[in-house]
């Protein structure tokens, strides 16, 4: 069925309800909504978060934003969690304790801090167990819970509270971690990395895909984060275009080991577009500083060459 | 569940923090957090629905018809993302 | 009829997970508990039983998995040691406040550093405030039966907290003894099936696990804690009695082994108490009235209790096979010393640390400390309460 998502929005309830408490404008919850109105409607599911602004700011006791069962334990063990509960889950279906005809899927949230760094190895871990689980990082690029600190998904220059653009060091020197190629390379079903653009036909697609596909699939969404980018709230949906059509952010997924670069930008546009509405890049462009964004083009250009020789190469017969 | 608040004592709160209502949250109004307000010109929508998915408060109602309504003002955090992606106008900060 | 049989203490731990039948065992290797979850493997492979086996990739996910299993609805288990329980140290919390009856056997070793395989109990201590239930064993019998006990008082609804049936790595876990294994189908009657009345499974009724939970109510949910800490020790009671009914085998928070009449005693755990037995045999055989007093129930700790069966004697010595590093003594020392405080009995008494990293302690160990009781006994006079045994370089 082609996406409509008028249809899809207006026949499936929200399943992460209003009433939580991340930030104004925050890029995350539109991303963790879509990703569950890929759950078809008559599914259960137990979500499971991993500490941070998520988290923190969903289910502050008594309220939770979340329709569906959910579980929060600690910070860097959302994919061992959920691999407890999918374990659970096969059990006792086999043995005839829980009803027949009822599905329930499992679905993890981690921000890049738990996903890139602290939670790698639960990770890791749980995917390669092969659990029955979509793993979903929502990637702001940080600490941001904790109030912007680098992560290793923190792109390189970034300005951040333990990286500050100092007169000797100018931000974040060190490149980005790759964490959707490290997830692909696990040889898991299904890996994706995506985007809330336009009206989200990317991301709910490849939700759907890794809901549905048997086995560990996972999921790198960005999730923009004004306060901890420094742009206008309300300039989320156009970062987001900006992330893509760069190519700082690929669309794409791996899919029993074949890449597709689900969207190619007609004309790439330069990585300042991205970088100027930011205020964690505003050293970049003073006089003198060229060399950074040249070395930060430098950087997507190759990263892009990759994935397409990846998706040549994979894709021969 | 019944009514939890930070006069129940020990004894009637859910144990380990558990929550039972999945989805409560809806009964906690964050309308208050906004300082500018977006208003819905209903004249200049078209429906395209390009606002729909960009709420992060899913406080755009979006009724069977596949049609917006009025904003959920309780819930409007007020950040500007709806007006933003309205390519008709049809959204004002104010 | 019960079952003879010849097992170590890790067999009788895998053999009463096996009849237990959980849904999920999640676990990690780590000397000496690895066979544990090497003998359960074999019952997952063989269908023996019915769980999920979840060969996770450390222990803090071991603990992890436990707790998304048990909050999911399901039995969870575990075995570990040593460093494994350190590095599940902050998910341990976790599971006890969010009231999950997963069920533990803790294999007691030595904490790094430096590092050490052999047993002492400073495992099982580093964690002995963290609202779990620990149940120790003075051999491979009692670990087995405190499993099979385990579930019943984890699950009981005013307890609802996670426990740890401890026994010591290699001198129990290792040792093949005999045991009066109980036959499957009456394990299967008294552990019952475990029927959670709110589940994450449940799509009738979805709900949330594990939440932020501020200044407004994390005090509350402690204070619930507590409480079921404190109702676990009628629970225990109560389980241990139709465990009695079934097998003739009696258990309680503690054993007095020949304390009635002892003028002396030692309090200690495990299975230093097997030893502490046989000394007291000889020390009775030469007139001496010594006693003792093996603790099974160490959290809750049943301080009253223990105050009122120490109350006649006139010197007591408590054994912890882990030094809190406190320059105040171990902490069944503190623990014991306290209760007697609150209950205004006051009986000189002193601490040994011993058996730290597998030291060898034996029966002429545990006599010098009945002498150095005497000692006092006959003096009045304790010139260190902060002593240790089997340590070079002190007297």
């Known amino acids: ?317 | 569940m019944a009514e939890i608040n930070a006069n129940t004592p020990w004894q009637d709160l859910t144990i380990g923090g558990n929550i039972y209502e999945a989805g409560n949250a809806r009964n906690f109004k964050t309308g208050d957090w906004r300082s500018v307000k977006p208003i819905y010109l209903s004249e200049k929508c078209k429906q395209c629905g390009l606002c729909f998915p960009v709420c992060p408060d899913d406080a755009i109602p979006v009724n069977k018809e596949q049609k917006r309504e009025d904003f959920n003002y309780d819930m409007c955090k007020g950040c500007g993302v709806c007006a933003k992606v309205c390519p008709f106008g049809a959204i004002e900060m104010k | 009829m019960s079952i003879r049989e010849r097992l170590s203490g890790n067999e009788a731990a895998a053999t009463a997970m096996k009849q237990i039948n959980p849904d999920v065992v999640a676990a990690f290797p780590i000397t000496p508990s690895t066979e544990i979850p090497q003998y359960f493997s074999s019952f997952v492979s063989n269908g023996t039983v019915d769980t999920e086996f979840v060969a996770v990739e450390s222990e803090h996910s071991a603990m992890s998995a436990c707790i998304g299993a048990e909050a999911a609805g399901a039995r969870a288990m575990t075995a570990t040691s040593s460093n494994g329980l350190s590095l599940m140290w902050e998910m341990i919390y976790i599971a006890s406040s969010l009231r999950l009856p997963i069920v533990m056997s803790l294999v007691n070793r030595a904490v790094s550093g430096p590092l050490n395989i052999h047993n002492d109990h400073s495992d099982a201590m580093g964690v002995r405030d963290s609202g779990w239930i620990q149940l120790f064993s003075e051999n491979n019998q009692e670990a087995y039966d405190n499993l099979i006990m385990a579930h019943r008082i984890a699950e009981h609804k005013d307890v609802l907290l996670p426990l740890m049936v401890c026994q010591d790595g290699f001198i129990t876990s290792h040792s093949i003894e005999n045991i009066e294994l109980i036959e499957d189908d009456l394990v299967k009657e008294f552990v019952g099936q475990y029927k959670p009345e709110h589940y994450l499974l449940n799509d009738k009724e979805p709900m949330a696990v594990g939440p932020l939970d501020l200044q407004a109510y994390l005090f509350e949910h402690k204070r619930q804690q507590a409480e079921a800490m404190r109702n676990a020790k009628k629970v225990i009671l109560e389980v241990s009695k139709d465990f009695e009914k079934m097998t003739g085998r009696k258990y309680g928070f503690f054993e007095e082994y020949k304390l009635e009449d002892a003028e002396i005693a030692i309090v200690c755990m495990n299975s230093t108490a097997g030893t502490a037995k046989y000394t007291v045999d000889r020390l009775r055989e030469k007139g001496i009235k010594a006693g003792l007093l093996k603790i099974r129930v160490f959290r809750p700790f049943p301080a009253e209790e223990v105050a009122k069966v120490l109350s006649h004697l006139k010197a007591i010595a408590v054994l912890d096979k882990a030094d809190s590093l406190n320059a105040a003594g171990g902490a069944l020392f503190e623990d014991v010393v306290s209760g007697m405080y609150v209950s205004n009995i006051h009986v000189p008494t002193v601490s040994y640390v011993y058996g730290i990293g597998g030291r060898d302690t034996k029966s002429d160990d545990i006599e010098k400390v009945y002498n150095d009781l005497s000692e006092i006994v006959k003096t009045g006079k304790i010139d260190n309460p902060y002593r240790y045994l089997g340590v070079r370089g002190d007297k």
Request: glycine share 8%; proline share 6%.
């Open chain 1, 1 to 317: 069925m082609a996406y409509n998502h008028k249809e899809i929005i207006a026949n499936r309830p929200s399943r992460f309800t209003s009433g939580h408490r991340m930030c104004a404008g925050c890029g995350a919850p539109p991303v963790a909504r879509m990703v569950l109105r890929a759950l078809k409607p008559e599914d259960h599911a137990v979500i499971t978060g991993a500490t941070g602004c998520m988290e923190v700011s969903t289910f502050i006791y008594p309220y939770t934003a979340w329709t569906d069962s959910f579980i929060h334990t600690a910070f860097e063990c959302a994919g061992a969690t959920c691999s407890g509960v999918e374990a659970a889950y096969k059990s006792m279906k086999a043995q005839g304790k829980l009803p027949e005809d009822k599905d329930t899927k499992f679905i993890a949230f981690g921000g890049d801090g738990g996903t890139y760094d602290i939670g790698l190895q639960s990770l890791s871990g749980a995917m390669e167990r092969g659990h029955d689980m979509v793993y979903v990082c929502y990637d702001n690029g940080a600490y941001m819970n904790t109030g912007i600190q680098r992560s290793s998904a923190t792109p390189k220059f970034a300005d951040t509270t333990t990286t500050p653009a100092g007169t000797k060091i100018p931000g974040k020197m060190q490149s980005r971690k790759d964490l959707t190629l490290i997830m692909a390379n696990h040889h898991l079903p299904y890996v994706a990395q995506t985007a809330a653009i336009m009206n989200f036909k990317d991301l709910y697609e490849k939700s759907e895909k890794a809901i549905y596909t048997k086995g560990a699939c996972f999921l790198n969404v960005l999730a923009p984060c004004p306060r901890g980018w420094g742009y206008p709230t309300e300039m989320l949906m156009e970062i987001n275009k900006l992330a893509v059509e760069t190519c700082y952010w690929p669309l794409y997924e791996v899919e029993n080991g074949k890449y597709k670069i689900t969207y190619k930008p007609a004309k790439k546009l330069p990585i300042e577009e991205f970088l100027k509405p930011q205020k964690r890049f505003k050293h970049m462009f003073k006089p003198g500083n060229e060399w950074m964004i040249e070395e930060f083009q430098k950087e997507v250009d190759t990263r892009w060459e990759e994935l397409l020789r990846l998706e040549e190469i994979t894709n021969k017969e």
